[in-house]
């Protein structure tokens, strides 16, 4: 198998959107990657070949995707997932994992999401434009951070561009604009104490119908999403730092460690301690997810 990629992005401050790793793979005939879980979003575009995809549904259903050239998919973070190259045609493909508080309401708008995983462009020419975008990570690894944050964004609009079940956005209205700000109100304060009542307020919306708003912009509840750029903070906090769990707790508006831990494992399905020891030198978790035992990267 031929394989090239870049490790991780060489800076961490970037919250809206930032890459993580990127490359580009040509595999064996059924060579596989998996079982494992994600604490990002990881994007496959294939160039040539075949593959399967196993993914878990969010009713814990295995689904299984057969998938050729033109074709992409993604992968969410902490979902359970395997894939694996053709016997007789195996696949080559080049992929990018970002994460960011706005990459799940871009990837909505592209029509992808934990259940609908698989993209298509409109044709194969924007999917080549695609792949090219893509394949720039690869190979100007050593541009600025911003330029390929900046690189990233591009990416993210033509994915929703050339997407053949993007959603239309041509119909925003001021409540959307309301939920974009409660985003950046949390983003700027999940560190300290935050309700979800206080959110609504900064928006001037009722309760109720701001958590219902909110749902279907970003595709999760306010107190989920609050939850999860809380965690995701701690753990970049525990693979970048030295610093106790009881102080990461405290960084990330968990001021009760015990109750940060309750949250941390119901998550990620492992204490914060066991997160950072399996985590302090790689991004995936190898699970026991009942998938057939196929060859490992």
Same mark, same amino acid.
């Given at each position: 198998?031929?394989?090239?990629?870049?490790?991780?992005?060489?800076?961490?401050?970037?919250?809206?959107?930032?890459?993580?790793?990127? @490359?580009?793979?040509?595999?064996?005939?059924?060579?596989?990657?998996?079982?494992?879980?994600?604490?990002?979003?990881?994007?496959?575009?294939?160039?040539?070949?075949?593959?399967?995809?196993?993914?878990?549904?969010?009713?814990?259903?295995?689904?299984?995707?057969? !998938?050729?050239?033109?074709?992409?998919?993604?992968?969410?973070?902490?979902?359970?997932?395997?894939?694996?190259?053709?016997?007789?045609?195996?696949?080559?493909?080049?992929?990018?994992?970002?994460?960011?508080?706005?990459?799940?309401?871009?990837?909505?708008?592209?029509?992808?999401?934990?259940?609908?995983?698989?993209?298509?462009?409109?044709?194969?020419?924007?999917?080549?434009? !695609?792949?090219?975008?893509? !394949?720039?990570?690869?190979?100007?690894?050593?541009?600025?951070?911003?330029?390929?944050? @900046?690189?990233?964004?591009?990416?993210?609009?033509?994915?929703?561009?050339?997407?053949?079940? &993007?959603?239309?956005?041509?119909?925003?209205?001021?409540?959307?604009?309301?939920?974009?700000?409660?985003?950046?109100?949390?983003?700027?304060?999940?560190?300290?104490?935050?309700?979800?009542?206080?959110?609504?307020?900064?928006?001037?919306?009722?309760?109720?119908?701001?958590? &219902?708003?909110?749902?279907?912009?970003?595709?999760?509840?306010?107190?989920?999403?609050?939850?999860?750029?809380? !965690?995701?903070?701690?753990?970049?906090?525990?693979?970048?730092?030295?610093?106790?769990?009881?102080?990461?707790?405290?960084?990330?508006?968990?001021?009760?460690?015990?109750?940060?831990?309750?949250?941390?494992?119901?998550?990620?399905?492992?204490?914060?301690?066991?997160?950072?020891?399996?985590?302090?030198?790689?991004?995936?978790?190898?699970?026991?997810?009942?998938?057939?035992?196929?060859?490992?990267?």
């Amino acid at each position: 198998m031929e394989e090239n990629h870049i490790s991780l992005f060489p800076n961490e401050h970037f919250l809206d959107i930032r890459p993580y790793q990127y @490359g580009w793979e040509e595999c064996k005939p059924l060579h596989s990657f998996g079982p494992f879980v994600r604490n990002h979003y990881l994007f496959h575009y294939i160039i040539s070949g075949k593959g399967m995809l196993f993914s878990h549904s969010t009713n814990g259903e295995i689904h299984e995707y057969k !998938l050729e050239a033109n074709q992409a998919f993604l992968i969410c973070p902490g979902q359970i997932n395997m894939y694996t190259a053709d016997e007789i045609n195996p696949w080559k493909y080049v992929w990018i994992e970002f994460d960011g508080i706005r990459a799940e309401e871009c990837l909505l708008q592209a029509g992808l999401e934990w259940d609908q995983p698989i993209y298509l462009p409109q044709n194969i020419k924007q999917g080549e434009l !695609l792949q090219k975008r893509m !394949l720039y990570f690869y190979e100007n690894s050593a541009k600025s951070p911003i330029h390929l944050v @900046g690189q990233l964004y591009l990416f993210l609009d033509e994915l929703i561009e050339y997407s053949s079940s &993007r959603q239309n956005i041509a119909e925003k209205n001021q409540k959307d604009f309301y939920i974009n700000e409660a985003v950046a109100y949390i983003q700027q304060n999940c560190s300290r104490e935050l309700t979800i009542d206080e959110v609504a307020d900064f928006c001037k919306l009722n309760r109720n119908y701001f958590s &219902r708003k909110f749902k279907k912009v970003m595709g999760c509840t306010p107190q989920e999403f609050l939850i999860h750029q809380r !965690l995701t903070n701690a753990t970049e906090l525990m693979r970048l730092t030295e610093l106790p769990i009881k102080a990461i707790a405290v960084q990330c508006g968990y001021p009760n460690q015990l109750y940060f831990s309750q949250a941390f494992k119901k998550s990620y399905g492992l204490s914060p301690q066991e997160w950072r020891k399996q985590n302090c030198s790689k991004t995936e978790l190898p699970v026991n997810t009942g998938f057939s035992p196929l060859n490992k990267k």
